[in-house]
């Protein structure tokens, strides 16, 4: 048994998502002929109630868009310190949309409507750049998948609408918010000029990811997407693995967060573990005791068929996922325990 807890993104797609995909209809999607797409792209923005929503090969591609979209070379965006837009995409915010990334010093990769306020104040002179666009992350990848309160996205909302900033929601993870905290797509389309959402990280499809947000935003996006060489053929047999997943891989994320916390209460009774951080959602971040090396830990376990990474000073993380079954979870506390 070889139990792989790298990513969410490890998985493979299942039977019945490949059956799907080999059933369905497709069509040439760069002259919107693609009827599969075009159902994804429909199914998506009716879920999140906006107005429009296109289908993006990855999460990086629908982020840098949503970037290139609002803003303007040599303007501004806000974001956390752990931002994945930042840290995790190449520096493409710089690189595509000639930006600059005012980070902000908050907890787990989320930041107070106080921190944004201050950040956005002091008005405009020629020697600052204009500012234009709040990314958010939910939820937060390198915060070990901790999840905003949702009553503080709203202060955060209210203060670019008074500071005339756009908002977009990096969401690769947000059918785990949703999920763990009983909220609702609707919800955060209402909130959010721009979402992001990965169907290739909890929800198993093997490539894609959606931009929404308003028909002349899509309009905008869609025109992006072509010159960052994102524009796709017979790109339904994804879309019909998107399809496949957003039916029924969404409500069964709870078994993931379960067997993370499972995972969480085993390393904390490990004596060999120093700390674990709070487990919200799939993700588990933890240490292991100075006189460990924790490169020697993960190279040990590997050994046993258990995989899972170092993210540097001393940070381990574990991420559970369709592919992880209770079996693995099982095997997993025993190899822990006896080591
Ligand atoms: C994975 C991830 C992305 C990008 O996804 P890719 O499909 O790998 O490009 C964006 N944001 C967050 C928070 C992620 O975890």
Not at 2 to 31: H, Q, R
Not at 200 to 214: D, E, Q
Request: charged share 25%; with cysteine.
């Amino acid at each position: 048994m070889n139990i792989n807890l790298i990513s969410d993104t490890v998985t493979k797609p299942t039977k019945g998502m490949l059956a799907a995909m080999m059933n369905t209809e497709v069509g040439d999607d760069v002259f919107k002929a693609d009827p599969t797409i075009n159902q994804l792209q429909e199914k998506a923005a009716q879920m999140f109630g906006t107005e429009d929503a296109l289908f993006f090969p990855s999460g990086t591609m629908a982020n840098q868009t949503a970037i290139k979209l609002h803003t303007q070379p040599g303007d501004k965006i806000f974001c956390d310190k752990w931002a994945h837009v930042f840290n995790f995409e190449g520096g493409g915010a710089a690189f595509n949309s000639g930006v600059s990334s005012h980070l902000i010093d908050g907890e787990r990769g989320m930041f107070t409507s106080e921190q944004l306020a201050y950040a956005a104040s002091g008005g405009i002179d020629i020697h600052s750049p204009y500012s234009r666009l709040v990314c958010i992350e939910n939820t937060t990848n390198k915060g070990g998948g901790a999840c905003w309160d949702f009553k503080e996205l709203k202060k955060i909302k209210q203060i670019c609408t008074d500071n005339e900033l756009a908002l977009h929601l990096d969401g690769a993870r947000l059918f785990n918010a949703l999920v763990a905290k009983h909220e609702t797509p609707k919800q955060y389309g209402e909130l959010f000029d721009t979402i992001s959402i990965c169907l290739s990280k909890g929800l198993g499809a093997p490539v894609g990811s959606i931009l929404l947000g308003t028909k002349s935003d899509m309009t905008k996006a869609l025109r992006i997407r072509k010159l960052f060489g994102g524009a796709m053929r017979q790109a339904g047999y994804l879309a019909a693995a998107a399809i496949y997943a957003l039916d029924n891989h969404v409500e069964r994320l709870t078994e993931d967060h379960r067997r993370a916390k499972t995972i969480g209460k085993t390393l904390e009774s490990c004596s060999f573990i120093k700390t674990v951080e709070p487990i919200e959602t799939n993700i588990v971040i933890f240490y292991v005791n100075d006189s460990i090396d924790e490169i020697e830990f993960v190279n040990k376990m590997a050994q046993k068929n258990i995989h899972f990474i170092s993210m540097g000073d001393g940070k381990l993380r574990m991420v559970t996922h369709l592919d992880f079954t209770e079996e693995m979870l099982d095997k997993l506390i025993s190899e822990l325990h006896k080591f």
